[in-house]
């Protein structure tokens, strides 16, 4: 059972930037994918970005391109997001997943997922 705990989320300016992150219990993260997803009321659970293994693959929604990174430390059992240009569009919750297999943008495919962190964007 992994167990995953976001952190980094909160208030901040549209054009501004935040970095979650999402720390694993698992000693063998490496074996795992990493995936963040967002979902807003009444919506379905959107895929954001995806981090394979060992990190040498990234995936991205094309909502984020060129504004969101995601990175991993194996070291730390940690998975970052790292959001640029933040957009009031961005406003929701956060969840961090993990997929024992590669990495991949179906939320359905994820075996472990955190508990979520609220990212408000103001306008």
């Known amino acids: 059972q992994v167990q995953l705990v976001e952190s980094g989320g909160g208030l901040v300016q549209a054009g501004g930037s935040l970095r979650l992150s999402c720390a694993a219990s698992?000693?063998?993260?490496?074996?795992?994918?990493m995936g963040w997803f967002r979902q807003t009321p009444g919506k379905e659970r959107e895929f954001v970005a995806a981090i394979s293994r060992i990190g040498g693959r990234t995936y991205y929604a094309d909502s984020v391109k060129g504004r969101f990174t995601i990175s991993r430390d194996n070291a730390k059992n940690t998975v970052y997001l790292q959001m640029n240009s933040l957009k009031p569009e961005d406003t929701a919750v956060y969840y961090c997943a993990a997929r024992d297999g590669r990495g991949s943008t179906i939320s359905n495919e994820y075996d472990y997922w955190g508990q979520g962190t609220q990212v408000t964007v103001s306008s």
């Open positions: 698992e000693r063998t993260f490496s074996t795992y994918a």
